[in-house]
């Protein structure tokens, strides 16, 4: 789907030049599909910004136009040619010219990890938000969307990049005006220190009649590690922060009773500094481990339904939760450490460890208690909100957005069965 009025050179570029005639003259229709939660959030943020972006950066000549529909299938399939022929049937039926379908699941194609792909023979893009990384998520999904459009508007061979790597040079300056860090025709996003540590390679599949451009993560290691902490940020894990209110008061009771009692000021005095880290360490993972268990959060590797990345969305509810609970312990910490200071006067605490109280004596004590309570109080106790917790997991957002996708094939085929009148 090119219209670049310059000469086309290859055949596949001539056929993008002829889907390009029967187009609308002035208006060209970009559909966004994200899946639901943050890519959501994302598209949102960037519907109205995007129509301008493409005027200024892309094509002049067009109106471009930008319309946001979520989709569940979007994210719940992991196949990605299921995401392909849905994204077809809604550009047939939207009228759209260019569907951008933005995942937060991996994308895999022969054993590799894939970023976005697009083809120009049905104008469709997929882009793998959790590849891009961390952050910052939405300038860089900003910058992939326009690239892809880029790829496929004005083609993807070596001599279209040529020729909109030299309108790129051109409009380097209010490239950067609009907030575009990359200006290289040939990379997906610009270069931050994320794409240095994980660089992205940019390949035009042979033996892929579908994909006219692909972007896959150049080093397998580094490439999943970046994926992990965008898969990490997609499960949001602050949102299941609140769900803790109800442990962190069982700790803090529990914590504040025990220190009444001499035996945690002597522990605190005797302990070096590793004591302290290990049974920090050994609480959090205590946490982590009794909050899969009790909201079964765990998703099963060898039964017949298990998902094919059950090990990839497992370790992921790992993280995300241990993310949460270092939250949990770090109020926790400074809750103890102020009550240490308000109930423990000094002439008490060095009366009874029998000699000079140094100011570590304080945090120390409130470290020691804030590990104990955790482990005596905090165990055992639920979270306020199971469907919280498990909506910050992948393998639970999967089984909801499937059973939705099968909810709307049953509505589609009663609708279809049914009688008109």
Same mark, same amino acid.
């Given at each position: 789907?090119?219209?670049?009025?310059?000469?086309?050179?290859?055949?596949?570029?001539?056929?993008?030049?002829?889907?390009?005639? *029967?187009?609308?003259?002035?208006?060209?229709?970009?559909?966004?599909?994200?899946?639901?939660?943050?890519?959501?959030? =994302?598209?949102?943020?960037?519907?109205?910004?995007?129509?301008?972006? @493409?005027?200024?950066?892309?094509?002049?000549?067009?109106?471009?136009?930008?319309?946001?529909?979520?989709?569940?299938?979007?994210?719940?399939?992991?196949?990605?040619?299921?995401?392909?022929?849905?994204?077809?049937? +809604?550009?047939?039926?939207?009228?759209?010219?260019?569907?951008?379908? %933005?995942?937060? +699941?991996? +994308?895999?194609?022969?054993?590799?990890?894939?970023?976005?792909?697009?083809?120009?023979? *049905?104008?469709? #893009? %997929?882009?793998?938000?959790?590849?891009?990384?961390?952050?910052?998520?939405?300038?860089?999904?900003?910058?992939?969307?326009?690239?892809?459009?880029?790829?496929?508007?004005?083609?993807?061979?070596?001599?279209?990049?040529?020729?909109?790597?030299?309108?790129?040079?051109?409009?380097?300056?209010?490239?950067?005006?609009?907030?575009?860090?990359?200006?290289?025709?040939?990379?997906?996003?610009? /270069?931050?220190?994320?794409?240095?540590?994980?660089? #992205?390679?940019?390949?035009?599949?042979?033996?892929?009649?579908?994909?006219?451009?692909?972007?896959?993560?150049?080093?397998?290691?580094?490439?999943?590690?970046?994926?992990?902490?965008?898969?990490?940020?997609?499960?949001?894990? /602050?949102?299941?922060?609140?769900?803790?209110?109800? =442990?962190?008061?069982?700790?803090?009771?529990?914590?504040?009773? !025990?220190?009444?009692?001499?035996?945690?000021?002597?522990?605190?005095?005797?302990?070096?500094?590793?004591?302290?880290?290990?049974?920090?360490?050994?609480?959090?993972?205590?946490?982590?481990?009794?909050?899969?268990?009790?909201? !079964?959060?765990?998703?099963?590797?060898?039964?017949?339904?298990?998902?094919?990345?059950?090990?990839?969305?497992?370790?992921?509810?790992?993280?995300? @939760?241990?993310? !949460?609970?270092?939250?949990?312990?770090?109020?926790?910490? =400074?809750?103890?450490?102020?009550?240490?200071?308000?109930?423990?006067?000094?002439? +008490?605490?060095?009366?009874?460890?029998?000699?000079?109280?140094?100011?570590?004596?304080?945090?120390? %004590?409130?470290?020691?208690?804030?590990?104990?309570?955790?482990?005596?109080?905090?165990?055992?106790?639920?979270?306020?909100?199971?469907?919280?917790?498990?909506?910050?997991?992948?393998?639970?957002?999967?089984?909801?957005?499937?059973?939705?996708?099968?909810?709307?094939? !049953?509505?589609?085929?009663?609708?279809?069965?049914?009688?008109?009148?």
């Amino acid at each position: 789907m090119m219209r670049s009025d310059a000469p086309t050179t290859d055949s596949s570029e001539g056929v993008e030049a002829e889907a390009a005639d *029967s187009m609308d003259s002035s208006t060209c229709r970009v559909g966004l599909v994200p899946a639901p939660e943050l890519p959501r959030d =994302i598209a949102e943020e960037l519907c109205d910004e995007l129509p301008d972006l @493409l005027v200024r950066h892309l094509d002049d000549r067009y109106q471009w136009q930008v319309q946001m529909k979520t989709d569940p299938l979007i994210g719940a399939e992991e196949e990605t040619r299921e995401m392909l022929h849905q994204a077809q049937a +809604l550009s047939r039926e939207q009228g759209w010219d260019y569907v951008v379908c %933005l995942t937060d +699941l991996p +994308l895999y194609r022969n054993g590799r990890l894939v970023i976005a792909e697009g083809s120009g023979a *049905s104008g469709v #893009i %997929l882009i793998s938000q959790p590849a891009l990384g961390a952050s910052p998520m939405r300038k860089r999904i900003r910058e992939a969307i326009i690239q892809m459009l880029s790829e496929l508007h004005h083609g993807s061979s070596s001599q279209a990049r040529d020729r909109q790597q030299q309108h790129n040079d051109c409009q380097s300056e209010a490239r950067r005006e609009s907030g575009l860090y990359n200006n290289n025709a040939r990379e997906l996003v610009g /270069w931050r220190l994320s794409e240095r540590i994980a660089p #992205i390679r940019r390949i035009t599949p042979s033996d892929d009649a579908d994909i006219s451009v692909r972007f896959i993560a150049d080093s397998r290691l580094r490439g999943h590690c970046k994926l992990l902490a965008g898969m990490v940020r997609a499960n949001r894990p /602050w949102t299941i922060f609140p769900a803790f209110r109800k =442990i962190i008061a069982v700790a803090f009771a529990t914590g504040a009773y !025990g220190l009444l009692f001499p035996t945690l000021w002597r522990l605190s005095d005797a302990y070096s500094i590793w004591r302290f880290v290990l049974l920090m360490l050994a609480a959090m993972v205590a946490m982590v481990t009794w909050i899969i268990i009790d909201h !079964g959060l765990w998703e099963p590797q060898r039964r017949s339904d298990a998902f094919p990345m059950a090990a990839l969305y497992n370790l992921t509810t790992l993280i995300t @939760l241990g993310v !949460g609970v270092l939250f949990y312990y770090a109020i926790l910490l =400074i809750m103890f450490l102020a009550a240490v200071f308000i109930f423990v006067p000094d002439g +008490l605490l060095q009366s009874t460890l029998g000699h000079e109280v140094s100011p570590w004596h304080y945090p120390a %004590l409130a470290w020691l208690t804030s590990s104990v309570a955790t482990i005596a109080g905090a165990l055992g106790a639920g979270l306020e909100s199971d469907e919280t917790v498990r909506s910050a997991t992948y393998g639970y957002r999967q089984k909801s957005r499937q059973q939705r996708v099968q909810q709307l094939k !049953g509505q589609q085929k009663e609708s279809a069965s049914s009688p008109r009148e």
